[in-house]
Nanobody
Framework: QVQLVESGGGLVQAGGSLRLSCAASGNLFTFNAMGWYRQAPGKQRELVAS???????NYADSVKGRFTISGDNARSTVDLHMNSLKPEDTAVYFCNAMAYRDFWGQGTQVTVSS
């Protein structure tokens, strides 16, 4: 069984920065990709950023230039560096790992105050 453990959420003022980290534990195997999704109240879960095993990254338009995703295949970890945060970035952020199925973390709250 694979477990994804997230850390790094919290409360920050607009313009500030946060780093989210996610580590996979359990029966580890090579994931095809890892990434971060977010879900704001009353909205659908959306992709924020992802990184493939080969290092190809993908970002939502709303975070391009502000967020950076990085991953370590050997340790099955993925980080999300978030800069210039905006109140609209407020959401629960979920770590995702894609293999033969999707695995999800429990989520970590990010709140950006104006």
């Amino acid at each position: 069984q694979v477990q994804l453990v997230e850390s790094g959420g919290g409360l920050v003022q607009a313009g500030g920065s946060l780093r989210l980290s996610c580590a996979a534990s359990g029966n580890l195997f090579t994931f095809n990709a890892m990434g971060w999704y977010r879900q704001a109240p009353g909205k659908q879960r959306e992709l924020v950023a992802s990184i493939t095993r080969g290092g190809i990254t993908n970002y939502a338009d709303s975070v391009k230039g502000r967020f950076t995703i990085s991953g370590d295949n050997a340790r099955s970890t993925v980080d999300l560096h978030m800069n210039s945060l905006k109140p609209e970035d407020t959401a629960v952020y979920f770590c995702n790992a894609m293999a033969y199925r999707d695995f999800w973390g429990q989520g970590t709250q990010v709140t950006v105050s104006s």
